[in-house]
């Protein structure tokens, strides 16, 4: 076991998600396929990392599944997005239409700003030091 592969995300909707994830964050969909039974098989992650954890962006199926929709994390950030230059991401995400939560602070560990997905689950975009 060296790394984990995928990490589920509940989404709203398939194509909704995946413009999110590649234009307003600047991911790659890796994989789109339609399972034959309504559902799709949704991956995304980072552009440019080649291999380590990507998202699976998992329709949800039933009220229990569309509760949990943007409160995975039980209103705590719960996904971290590590950056190289966050003030060019922060940037562009912002042009993009991402909603910070706060203005960058610069912490003994980075640089970091909360923001929230298109469903309201909070992330950190983080440069370490």
């Known amino acids: 076991m060296s790394y984990i592969a995928l990490v589920t995300l509940v989404v709203r909707d398939y194509d909704e998600a995946i413009a999110f994830y590649t234009d307003a964050l600047g991911f ?9 039974d309504g559902t799709r098989w949704v991956v995304v992650r980072p552009r440019g990392t080649g291999h380590g954890s990507a998202l699976l962006l998992a329709r949800a199926k039933d009220d229990v599944q569309r509760a949990s929709v943007g409160a ?3 209103g705590r950030v719960g996904f971290f997005l590590h950056t190289e230059d966050f003030t ?3 940037a562009r995400m912002t042009a993009a239409g991402v ?8 912490e003994p560990y980075g640089s970091v700003a909360v923001f929230e ?4 689950n909070r992330w950190d975009l983080l440069q370490p030091k």
């Open 72 to 74: 995975q994390a039980g």
């Open 117 to 120: 997905d298109l469903y309201g």
């Open 99 to 106: 909603r910070f939560l706060e203005e960058p602070r610069h």
């Open 88 to 90: 060019a991401d922060h």
């Open 28 to 36: 790659e969909l890796i994989e789109d396929t339609d399972r034959g």
